[in-house]
């Protein structure tokens, strides 16, 4: 079995007392203990929506529309419940990567620099990314555009990114991200604040998340010096942002229409949120990610075209 590296190891003191035999108590394990919380939460909102269900068959003037309605609330509420311990399993299983430690990356001001020059995950302001695919909803096209406009986040100040999604023309997600990159070169992920879109109006903003609010903390979106096996958290707010990311190859080829590249860093990257999403991408060195492929779907997204002002 691969052998996986942790990029945060952040050190956790744990007291271990003694008991009249004398022997220590086993040292916590945050990890393992994050997730049953978690599971907890999501049971307890599972049964919170089941209730909330159930009240409004209650005023259903209709008894067989009554019934039809609790049936199917019961239906939602054993869904919801899979959902939990499926997600439950996934956090499980990445705790035994992550190991027993509580996530508590220390972030110093002085330890970051101006500018993002990672050569995966380079960020030049006034550079825009172009990306495009087909999906089953139709052509899809990205616009990842570092802009001239920072964000101070816990102290660091941070390059905001804009990051557009249209399906065949129309607006489905609009996205501003907030990078910093460090004084050892990795690049740290500071937050989102991103809505889903239907007819030009947010109906969703899952997923935003900014550093230091609401027990939300920052990961790292690329290491400076990456490995194969190394597993790390890419952000993390819980039951809300939690990609994680795993390095599987550093020599992959690449060919697009854009171009042909060599020597490629290839990442898997899951979440515990949605446990059967699964997404490869690949870095080109010294230009950054080329070529997304949903594993589920089989959709690429592809770089397309790079402008620069």
């Known amino acids: 079995m691969m052998q996986r590296i942790r990029t945060i190891a952040v050190a956790a003191l744990v007291s271990t007392p003694f008991g009249a035999s004398g022997a220590a108590a086993a040292p916590a394990n945050f990890c393992r203990l994050t997730a049953q919380a978690v599971l907890q939460s999501c049971q307890a909102d599972a049964r919170s929506d089941n209730l909330l269900a159930v ?4 005023n259903r003037a209709d ?3 009554r019934k039809a309605c609790k049936q199917q609330a019961s239906e939602s509420v054993k869904e919801g419940q899979q959902e939990c311990r499926e997600q439950f399993q996934a956090r499980q299983e990445a705790c035994a ?10 972030i110093d001001p002085a330890n970051f620099v101006a500018a993002i020059d990672n050569p995966y995950f380079p960020l030049t302001p006034g550079t825009t990314f172009i990306y495009e695919g087909q999906t089953a909803d139709g052509l899809e096209r990205v616009e990842f555009a570092v802009t001239h406009v920072t964000k101070e986040i816990l102290g660091v100040t941070c390059i905001e990114v804009h990051d557009v999604v249209r399906v065949d023309g129309e607006v489905i997600e609009d996205t501003l991200d907030w990078f910093a990159q460090d004084t050892a070169g990795n690049v740290w992920y500071f937050g989102e604040n991103t809505g889903e879109l239907e007819d030009g109006r947010v109906v969703n903003i899952d997923g935003t998340f900014t550093a230091g609010v609401d027990e939300a903390k920052p990961g790292i979106i690329m290491q ?3 490995a194969v096996g190394d597993f790390y958290r ?3 707010s819980l039951d809300n942002a939690e990609d994680n990311a795993e390095v599987v190859s550093l020599t992959e080829s690449v060919a697009i229409p854009f171009g042909t ?3 490629c860093l290839k990442t898997e990257e899951t979440t515990p949120i949605s446990p059967g999403v699964l997404e490869n991408k690949y870095y080109a060195p010294g230009i950054g990610n ?7 779907t089989g959709d690429r997204s592809e770089l397309k075209e790079i402008i620069t002002e």
């Open 97 to 106: 990567d992550f190991g027993p430690a509580a996530y508590a990356p220390q």
């Open 290 to 296: 080329v070529l997304t492929v949903d594993l589920e």
């Open 261 to 263: 590249f060599a020597n």
């Open 63 to 65: 008894a067989a529309a």
């Open 55 to 58: 009240a409004n068959c209650h």
């Open 224 to 226: 400076a010096h990456p």
């Open 234 to 236: 890419q952000e993390f």
